[in-house]
């Protein structure tokens, strides 16, 4: 039974039991173990092996990766800028999860020793070791002369080992696309992406591909993916090329899977001296821990992927040393295991739902399905795969991005802007009533009135309603509307580079079937998103044919550059004129069919992108004198 609250939120079962909350935080987490069967200690594998940590002999927010080095003795992986940016401490994360097994590169540094509960972790010494045998990648890594100070190289060998995981015959595409995560100091990156390249498989596409480069390139080698039985450019070479080396390896299937552990059915409940940690299986597991953890709302830390702690420094202020440290909150839950939070579903109509647990790769997998019929998902799935990098948006979930992004408006979410302009909704469950603004107490009697509030509100609406840590909302799942009759969805990233980095400008338009027009924009340092409204006004009290021609776009310039300067964005900025450029390419590709075909190129925004290849030529013989510098030397002390 639920009763409809006047400002839309719902009270769903308030008569439902709830147990007394308990007084102290030690009572609390007994009597919520014992109510649910609650597991209080962690276990999962590492590299096949079983490991079991008591609650009281490790602080449950101990990353992984520190785990790794300093308990489990493993310092093959490496920690560099441990805000999940460089990629070195990467390892794979595999469990089965509703039927689904999951094998997912990851942040060792952003995941805490807790969530990796129920899981199998690989590292690099599990992949293979001088004492175990080099796996193909690792040889693969040396012969090319892939590795240099070495540090990266752990980091780059398990993601492209949990790539073969999940494709045994990724395309060249496929492995480029797949290190946005990964940096290196030394090497600059070509014979990487040579030792890598030699496990891409050949299908026509490589082959036109290659083909095309070979054609940039006059023809030398640089169309070659590695691949000496496959790839018809292999045997042309003529000089001496150190990728001839890793070529004559032969390509080994994968010793994997270790056993893949399924997650525990009965939730996880750590008491420790720095926090109580949930992870409960339910919702109604996740409001009891909320519920009765503790009288102190604000005391609780909701995570999933906890990637934000990579970035949230950058936000709250202490890496500049404006703030103190912020004390770590006593309570924890965490929401991974929550079943309603894993739905997802495509309707009739064309929309999608996803649950609220679920990852941004998650979301990107689920928009491919509709992207053919579907422009504007199509145009989602291109900007959320520049959404931070490939082991991040593995675990880390579009729910989290936006809550990040309503706790800390400058931060410029491309989750908040693309989907507030594309009209998605959010479907929020709290504790507490928000209808009751002077509230930031769980409502009545907890003993007696369990009560569980839930709404479906616009991004727009979840972004500005207050943040009130006494007043979790919590998003269960979101609704992305089809986009297929739309005019136009299209949305823009402009970065410092194109991978793994964020929007100093994102901005985006959606063009209904009325051509009524939604313009967004976040700029860097600015709170945002926001609606470019006096330009919007201004398009759409126009008339139909009117909209978007010659003269209005001169108009709606104008009109965007009041909308900027309210937001101190003045006319003569850079971030005005690329806005400006953005507004115009919207008008080109709202009229791709008149458009005069010298104009067509100026709506093309992701340019295509061949595969990046390159040659190391040395001189043949090579000079002496130079040696051993003009010679390139395996560096056979990895082997
Ligand atoms: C190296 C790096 C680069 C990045 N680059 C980009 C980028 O280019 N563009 C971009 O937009 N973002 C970027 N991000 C941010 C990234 O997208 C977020 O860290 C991620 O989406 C957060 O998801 P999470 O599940 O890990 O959230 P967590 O870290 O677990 O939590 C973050 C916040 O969200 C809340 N939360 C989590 N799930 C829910 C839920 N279901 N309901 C309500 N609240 C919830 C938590 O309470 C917490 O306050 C980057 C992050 C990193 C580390
Ligand atoms: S140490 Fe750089 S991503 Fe983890
Ligand atoms: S950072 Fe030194 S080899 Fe990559």
Known sequence: MSQLLNNGWTVVNPNAHIPAPPPTTTLQA?????????????????????????????????????????????????????????????????????????????????????????????????????????????????????????????????????????????????????????????????????????????????????????????????????????????????????????????????????????????????QTNECTWYTPNTLEQLIDCIQTSTTDPADIEIILGNTASGILKYYDGSIFGTKEQVTPKSVVVELRQVAEMHGSSIGTDGSITIGGAKSINDLITLLKKTSSTDKGHSQIVNHFNRVANNQVRNVGGFAGNLAFARKYPTFPSDCALVLTAANATLSIVSPIDLSNSSSNKYTNNRETNKKIFTTTITIQEYLNTPVDDGKPLIIVSMTIPSLSKNVLFKSFKLAIRRENSHATINFAANVSETKTIQILYHIEKIKGPLHATTTEEYINNLSLAERFNQASLTNAIVKLQADLSSNNISKNSIEFYQCQSLLYKVYLSVQTESLNPKLISGIDWELPRNVSTGTEVYADPGDEKELPVSKGYPKVSKL
């Open 30 to 270: 007994t009597v919520i173990k014992e109510q649910h069967s609650w597991r209080t200690t962690i276990s999962f594998k590492i590299n096949n092996v079983d490991y079991s940590i008591a609650p009281e002999t490790i602080n449950p927010r101990t990353t992984l990766a520190v785990y790794l080095r300093n308990h489990a003795g493993l310092t093959g992986t490496k920690i560099g800028c441990n805000e999940g940016g460089c990629g070195a401490c990467t390892v794979i994360l595999s469990y089965e999860f509703d039927g689904v097994t999951k094998h997912m590169p990851v942040n060792a540094c952003l995941r805490p020793i807790a969530s990796c509960d129920g899981m199998s972790i690989t590292t690099v010494e599990g992949i293979g070791s001088k004492k175990s045998g080099l796996h193909p990648i690792q040889s693969r890594m040396v012969e090319c002369n892939a590795s240099q100070c070495g540090f990266c190289t752990p980091g780059w060998v398990s993601n492209m080992y949990g790539l073969l995981l999940n494709n045994s015959k990724p395309n060249i595409n496929e492995i480029q696309d797949h290190f946005d995560g990964n940096i290196c100091r030394c090497t600059g990156y070509r014979s990487i992406l040579t030792a890598m390249s030699s496990f891409a498989a050949i299908d026509d596409d490589d082959e036109k591909q290659n083909d095309n480069n070979n054609n940039d390139t006059n023809n030398n080698k640089s169309g070659c993916c590695g691949n000496e039985t496959k790839c018809k450019h292999y045997a042309h070479n003529k000089s001496i090329d150190i990728e001839d080396l890793c070529s004559k390896i032969p390509h080994k299937e994968s010793t994997f899977p270790h056993q893949v552990p399924s997650l525990p059915t009965t939730p996880l409940c750590l």
